[in-house]
Structure formats: structure tokens, C-alpha cells
């Protein structure tokens, strides 16, 4: 087995989400990532944990799915048991083709979505954290040969994450305590919001793995102006490319794409909070260094900025402070490497990619 | 898709098990029979059931137990919560391997078997059944080409089940009411065993598909002799040949093996119950006509005994009467076909395989 693979078992044992002896850990991955499970087996078995493995098979939901009816979805019983009684939950991706449900009917993918919403409530009480297996699928989304889509995948996840924590806390020191932030790129993007009294929060591996970013959730009144989507977000099998929303009041009042804004209003229509921001995120892992159609690696990209439709994200949102509610969480994403700057309460605190607080930040 | 598997998946689910809409089912296979569980889930949407998939990696479990102290097994609290929320249970064979956990040692085996007790006891008041896709790991088991093993599989399930029926309860009339039992085979094999009081169950198609076999419990302290099981027994990836137990008082007082004695040993040392049998089974299906090195075909093969080790089956052993308890129950098999036979109170009703209400018996 790729050494490789060992050592991220570790990581995700040891560093995500602290296993102790006796922990019930519950483990669910495609049948693809089977090398990580062993690794991952093989980890519990030396911490003294009781794992179980669930197997997540697109091509047996898609048959499901096809053939139920919309209206008896519910909540399975057991699944559900099954997560009560787990301490510590790995979700691993990295099936076999990432356009396996994309002949489901949307609104039987609703209902399973809503059935599935007690144990999703459930899991995000519990330790958890969400990681990916090298596939040759994932490689073909990619666009890159199986190997060197390994090799990406393990820069990212394979590093030093006190170090990169510490990396991280300087834009949380920034972002902690602001009251507006304005994103500008070209002349195409220029949005103003507030996140006053709202917390940032720092992604160094807990929950997601690879990590990398710094998140808030802006006031869902606050945010002005327009943006530019440029990078691609696939929904329902559908690439939506160049997805461009214009905001007042904090809702979006107009929206357009280059190809499938049928789709990108479906994502709008979900509900009165999935017209409105619920997550401005900064992508600080700088071995994600090119688009890989995974936003679990895109979301972090250097030199990237995104901004979610939808829910907000409890760890960011103190008490008596207003949080965004949507059954949809939709996460957007725009190039900040070139003609482009964050503005931190009227001061530039990232000019092309480059933060104040790295080498090379150029003054205006 | 082969039509073949849609037919087995119906099977399953109408006839084996008779799924409701609203029931909770828990499907757990391995990787390899993907085809199966994809046909069974598009059933279960057809239906209208609520299915969960576990995956049963065996190489998952070889990592873990390798790696797992063998005084830290628990009895998993999630798997045990699914599995009390489930209605129906599917459990699917056709691994990539068979010896897969040939190098786990035998002590760690029986801590993870004598956790799963409780788990195992919840499953057996479900409705529940066990089948077999096949793959290209059990035809190269079997010694026969892929194609040839799945001709041989959907023999040996897809069949008049009703007519089956039939055939068998000749023998369950035989039985049911008998007081004692005497297998014997050459001269290596020659046991006798109470069933007084048991009730001998016709096994055509529920728990077991394929079925094929009319099995009853001796009683516990009753059995006498000796029998050498002459065909091979795979157990834990160990294949344990030419297996000898020696009987005294119900209890086994002696045994050995040509290949892997160790593996029986650990069989035997699972608890108090696994040194007494729990089980007495005839095969009847005679579209299984060869050894496949797989207990659920072979032990339903005309011209077959089995045994079982462990513990006993809840529907042959009326309240009041003793039965057998063991975290395990192991299948053992005596081949038939020459120069022996099964004498039921004093009365020979099998002969070479050949029953008397067979045509082709033949007297002494």
C-alpha cells in the first residue's frame, strides 16, 4: 500500500478527530476508496476503536431513488440508531463517477435529502470529519492522469498543520474583529457586506481534510454589489459556468450564467435563505493549486475567494446574532490571483492572492 | 444488467423475506457483488422499503483485527442499534478472496465472533436471509470458469421452490417425530444422536438461497461417536481438512485434522457451546452437484450430512426443551454417496444418497 495512504489514516484518526479507545466509529466510503478504509481498519484497530462500515454505492441510490416513490421517503430508523450511537463519524470520497445520480428525478433527491436531514442534524453532533480518496474517476474529472491526481491529493492533505494553523490565525486575527469587507475583481466583481459580531473561524483540519480556509458568515441583510462566479460549480450533474449574482439589501435580485442559469435558479428558488449569503470563505491552502471539480479541494485553493447561497454556519454565528436558514448550502467560487483585492474596514489586506501578511504583497 | 440477478433480487425480496412497504432493511455486502445489491435496491424502491448498505470489506476486517488487541472487542453499540431498527436483513456473499483473514490469528477471530453474540441474536429474530453473488474469486474457488460458476449459482436458486418443498417434507415427516439418528459412513464415521422432542424444519427458501435442506438439533448431551467430515471446511481463510470429532456424552472429547488443526481447535474453544452440536441438516438440492468450497451451496448438495458445532437454531427447538447456546455454528460435511447411510429409530431411510422414498433405493 502507497505509504501515503497509511499516514493519511493517521491524520484522520489522530489529528481530525482525536479516536480514543472504545470510541464507536462509523465509517462510510464508496467501494473505490476500499485501500483508505483498510488503512483507516488498521489505525482503529491499534487505538482500541469499534468501527462499522457503511458502503455509500451511487449506482445502488440511483436504482433506489429511481424506482421509490416521492412521497414514502423517511428517515430509515437504523441509519439513524446507527448514528445516535456513534462517537465519531468518517465520510470518505472518491467513487467510482461523479455523474452516477445525474438521471434521479430533482424532486426524489429533495425528498431523500429531507429524510436524511434528522441524521445529517445528528452527525454534525458528533466528531466528524470528511476527506477524499485518489480515484481514477476523481483524476478524469480532473483532468489529470491518475497518478499525478494522487500526488495532488496527498500535497494537500500531507503537510504540516500546526503550521499551516498558525498561517491561517493571521486572517482570523483580521477577519475576527471586522466590521465590512469588500471583494473586488475586474470590473466584474465588487460586493460589500458586513460580518460585524460575526466569529471567524479557522479550517486546519478538523471537518474537512485537506483543510485550508478562513470563514464567516456575513449579516444576511448587508451584502451589496455584484460578483462574478468564474470558476465553474457543477449541480445536478450540470456545469454552471460564469454564474454572476447582483445583491441589495442582502438579496439577490438578479442572476445570469453562461451556461445551465436554469439551474442556478433552481438553487436560488430553494427557499427564502438560498437567495441570500450565508459563508464568505478565503482559500488558504496553497498545495491546491489548480481546479479539480471537487470543492472539497477548490473551496481552499490559494489565491480564491467563495461565497455560499444558503445556510449559515453555526460555529460562526454567536447567540442573538442573525443566521441564515436554508435547506441548501451552495458554495461559489472566484479567482482573486489577478486585477483583484480584499478589503478589510477600508484597508487592502489581500492584493492578488497575496496577503499584507506574506512576502511579496505589493501596495496599490 | 443479467436478467438473472433482477430475478434473484425479486426472489429475495417477494419471496424470501416478503418486504412491506415501511420496513427497514439492512443490506450488507461486499464490493464485489455490487450488481446484486443494485438490483436489490431498485426492488426496494419498487416497494417501497427503507434499505441502509453496510459493506463487508473483508480486507477492512483482516487490518483491524491484525492490528486490535484481542481484550479490547466490545460488541459494537452501533451496529447492535441498526440492527434492532431493522425489519429485514439481507446478507450478501462474493468476496474478492476467500482467504482474505487467513492471517488473523484464530484468538482474535473468536474475540471478534464472541462480541458479535448479541448482534447475531438481534439478526436472528429479524427476517433475514443469506445468498451469493457470484464472482470471479468464488468460481476460481470453485475450480470452474466465471461464466460456468454463475450457470451454477442461478441453477441452484432460480427454481421451483414450491415443488422443492414438496420433495423435502418427505423427509421432515420422516424427522420430526424420530427419537434418534445414526449417520454412518465407511468406517471412519458412525454417530448417533437424539432429536426427541425436536422439530425438523424444511429450509426451501427462507434464511438460506439457495435452500435445500431439511435440518434439525439434536439434543445437546446426546450425541455418541465418531465422524470424520471428509470434506473440506474453510474457516477464517484456513482450510481445515479431513476434520475428526470424537463424542462422549454430547461433548466433543477428541479431535484432529490433516491441515490446519489449529483452526478447529479455535472452533472448539470458542465457548462451552461450540464443543457440542447444535445442528443435524440433509442437502436435498440436487441442481447442487459438486463442491464449491462454499457452505451455502455444499451443505445443501444431494448426497450430504452436515453438522454443525455452536449453536443451536431457535425454530427446531420447541420451549422446554434444551438448546445448545454459542457465539458460534460452524457447518461441517460428510459426503454420502457410497458406502453409507441414515438410519432413523433402527430404519435405514437413506442409503448412498439415495433416499427410500426416492426411486433407485436399494435395500441392503
Known amino acids: 500500500m502507497d505509504d501515503r495512504v497509511r499516514r493519511h489514516a493517521e491524520t484522520l484518526v489522530d489529528d481530525c478527530t482525536d479516536v480514543r479507545p472504545g470510541d464507536a466509529v462509523l465509517v462510510k466510503a464508496p467501494k473505490e476508496a476500499e485501500d483508505l478504509v483498510v488503512a483507516l481498519y488498521e489505525r482503529l484497530g491499534e487505538v482500541g476503536a469499534h468501527p462499522t462500515l457503511q458502503w455509500g454505492s451511487a449506482r445502488a441510490s440511483r436504482a433506489y431513488d429511481r424506482a421509490m416513490d416521492a412521497d414514502d421517503y423517511e428517515t430509515k430508523p437504523h441509519e439513524l440508531a446507527a448514528m445516535e450511537a456513534s462517537d465519531v463519524v468518517f465520510l470518505i470520497r472518491g467513487g467510482g463517477n461523479a455523474f452516477e445520480t445525474s438521471d434521479v428525478p430533482p424532486e426524489k433527491s429533495q425528498a431523500a435529502s429531507r429524510a436524511y436531514g434528522p441524521i445529517l442534524q445528528e ?61 473586488v475583481s475586474g470590473d466584474t466583481t465588487d460586493v460589500t457586506m458586513s460580518v460585524a459580531g460575526m466569529d471567524a473561524a479557522n479550517d486546519w483540519g478538523t471537518k474537512n481534510m485537506p483543510a485550508g480556509e478562513v470563514f464567516t458568515c456575513p449579516l444576511p441583510d448587508s451584502v451589496e454589489g455584484e460578483v462574478l462566479f468564474d470558476k465553474p460549480l457543477v449541480r445536478q450533474g450540470k456545469e454552471i459556468t460564469n454564474a454572476r449574482l447582483k445583491f441589495e439589501g442582502g438579496e439577490v435580485v438578479d442572476f445570469a450564467a453562461d451556461q445551465h442559469e436554469d439551474a442556478l435558479e433552481a438553487i436560488l428558488n430553494t427557499d427564502a435563505g438560498s437567495r441570500r449569503l450565508g459563508e464568505l470563505g478565503v482559500g488558504m491552502n496553497r498545495d491546491i493549486d489548480r481546479f479539480t471539480y471537487n470543492v472539497l479541494f477548490d473551496e481552499k485553493m490559494g489565491d480564491t475567494v467563495h461565497m455560499a447561497v444558503g445556510g449559515a454556519i453555526a460555529e460562526c454565528v454567536p447567540e442573538g446574532q442573525p443566521f441564515n436558514k436554508s435547506a441548501t448550502h451552495v458554495d461559489m467560487i472566484v479567482d482573486m490571483s489577478e486585477d483583484s483585492y480584499i478589503e478589510v474596514d477600508g484597508e487592502v489586506v489581500q492584493r492578488n492572492g497575496t496577503f499584507t501578511f506574506e512576502d511579496g504583497f505589493e501596495e496599490a
Chains 1, 2 share one sequence.
Open 123 to 183: 452527525r454534525l453532533g458528533k466528531r466528524w470529519v470528511i476527506t477524499q480518496h485518489p480515484t481514477a474517476a476523481g483524476a478524469q474529472r480532473a483532468e489529470m492522469s491518475t497518478e499525478a491526481y494522487a500526488d495532488f491529493i496527498y500535497d494537500a492533505i500531507d503537510k504540516d498543520w500546526a503550521a499551516q494553523r498558525e498561517f491561517q490565525s493571521q486572517l482570523v486575527d483580521i477577519l475576527d474583529p471586522a466590521e465590512e469587507v469588500r471583494v
